[in-house]
């Protein structure tokens, strides 16, 4: 599924949504601006601070290196020369992988999470997402198709990175650019990738209203007009499901720019 004709302008956010997405302090946050050009925010013609999904990287970079032993200006001058180097979107390890892998493998949620919390630190969304998240649920989808993982383990992956990815999520239908509405088609039951799909929709600018699993297509019809939403996407992993419902789909979309995928 990609965004087409959805372009929309690159999210920019007032440093108290930073400090909600990031936990750090907007106290500390302009001591890490002021002090070592960490944030690059742009102004508003009012004179505004507002920042990037780059500013909220390089905090959570930051962070991550503090905790590690590093100063404060020690790890602040880190992440300014990896993202100098690098545009914040590091190769994911392969050493992490396997240590979110086994961990999931495990039934270890503590350990599990302390992997995507240093995923989530390590790399941009689009790289945590494309290289490291969505490729783990395709493997573990497939070992449990060919018999080697069991039933529980792909539930317990599944879910907790379902969980993961929708608490990245929350507010993400606050702002002003436009917005678009998300749904599964009807008894459609996978929405991972149409979350992630939605959170990198929304680091571009956008604005997700989220219906979820199963959304009957009335109910998308008149979510749909209630929100005067600017776009419509509809997922599912199963093409039989578009053909069922396509005498349908005609007048849910009509008159709204339309994607569907999975």
């Known amino acids: 599924m990609s ?65 590690s032993g590093l100063s404060a200006n020690e790890a602040a001058g880190a992440v300014v020369r990896e993202d100098s ?7 994911v390890s392969p050493a ?39 490729p783990e649920l395709r493997s ?11 039933v529980a383990q792909e539930h317990f992956a599944a879910t ?19 917005r678009a509405l998300l749904a599964c088609l009807p008894d459609e039951l996978h929405d991972i990738g149409l979350i992630a799909f939605g959170l990198l929709l929304h680091a571009e600018g956008w604005r997700i209203l989220y219906l979820g699993q199963d959304a009957p297509l009335d109910t998308v019809v008149t979510a749909l007009k209630r929100c005067r939403a600017n776009a419509l996407v509809l997922a599912s992993v199963e093409r039989h499901r578009f053909d069922s419902a396509a005498h349908e789909l005609g007048p849910v979309g009509r008159g709204t720019t339309t994607a569907i995928g999975g």
């Open 85 to 91: 180097s690098t545009g914040h979107g590091t190769t």
């Open 96 to 134: 992490l992988l396997e240590e979110l892998d086994a961990a999931l493998m495990a039934f270890d949620e503590p350990g599990a999470h302390n992997a995507l919390d240093r995923l989530f630190s390590t790399v941009a969304l689009d790289r945590a997402l494309g290289q490291a998240i969505l």
């Open 3 to 67: 965004t087409g004709r959805m372009n929309g302008p690159a999210a920019r956010f007032r440093i108290g949504e930073l400090a909600r997405r990031t936990r750090v302090s907007p106290e500390l946050l302009r001591a890490w601006e002021s002090r070592y050009g960490l944030l690059r925010p742009e102004r508003t013609a009012g004179g505004f601070r507002l920042y990037s999904v780059t500013d909220e990287w390089r905090v959570r970079r930051m962070r991550a290196l503090v905790r």
């Open 140 to 150: 573990v989808g497939d070992r449990w198709a060919a018999g080697t993982v069991s």
């Open 160 to 178: 907790l990175v379902r969980g993961r990815l929708l608490g990245l999520a929350r507010g993400w239908d606050e702002g002003r650019g436009p």
